[in-house]
């Protein structure tokens, strides 16, 4: 069953001090394209966050976001108090001011707060793994169900272009019936002696010419053979990229070929869907 690319997926956890929110958000790219935002307490554990991130979602634009909002009383920063000093010495000689103003003014002052880089605890960063693999489950829900959406979509396309190809099929006779009598009326126009041999023999070669024998065949069995592919058990993208352009080969061909202007809208109604089938196609993992 195909994937979208496109999917969100989001955790909270609350620890006894602080809240930890692990958000994930992907789009559609042609490669794993990882944009990571956390605190930089937490940036020594960001590479292995990342590559349990991209075993599981492989491709896509993925922005991932570790938020943490504090809810107790601890806090890693502190007043730097010897700095603060310093400055409420400096203020007192140039202004005029009670220490409590003086005190508001120096604590706005660059180093008048200090923070104290700890070590991530191991029990909290656990808790940080279990959340983002709940939010991985997530987003991989979300991006099975829109791969849903996308493979009904696809199913009614292909279904559309086999019955478009069917009717192609049909019209083939009288196609090469109305080819060979404008060749005949042709001929006839110039009012030449021709020799009949010969003009058969030119007729039979302008006819395989415009024969679309085998691009009738390869079309059906890439349009088999896209449909069985969309069944598989994993989302192949890519894949079905590389058939979608056989498609699209075959039906160029005969429409280049067919030289007849029933059958050239049918191919222009077959190009549309297949143009659909690849805008759609961008998504899928």
Known sequence: MIQSMTGFG????????????????????????????????????????????????????????????????????????????????????????????????ALRMPDAMKTEREDIDEEEYAEIQKALKEALSEINIFRSEEGSVLEKDFEERIKTLKELLAKVIDMDPDRQKDVRERLDKAVADIKADVDANRFEQELIYYLEKYDITEEKVRLANHLDYFAKTLKSDDSNGKKLGFISQEIGREINTIGSKANYAPMQQLVVQMKDELEKIKEQMLNVL
């Open 10 to 105: 989001k955790h909270v956890i609350q620890l006894p001090s602080k809240k930890i929110t692990v958000e994930l958000k992907s789009l559609n790219s042609k490669s794993l394209d990882l944009n990571a935002r956390m605190p930089s307490a937490y940036r020594a554990k960001e590479l292995e966050l990342r590559k349990t991130i991209a075993s599981s979602l492989v491709r896509g634009k993925v922005d991932f976001g570790l938020y943490v909002e504090m809810t107790g009383a601890e806090t890693s920063a502190q007043i730097n108090e010897e700095v603060v000093k310093a400055y409420m010495k400096q203020l007192s000689a140039i202004a005029e001011g009670d220490d409590l103003r003086l005190l508001e003014m």
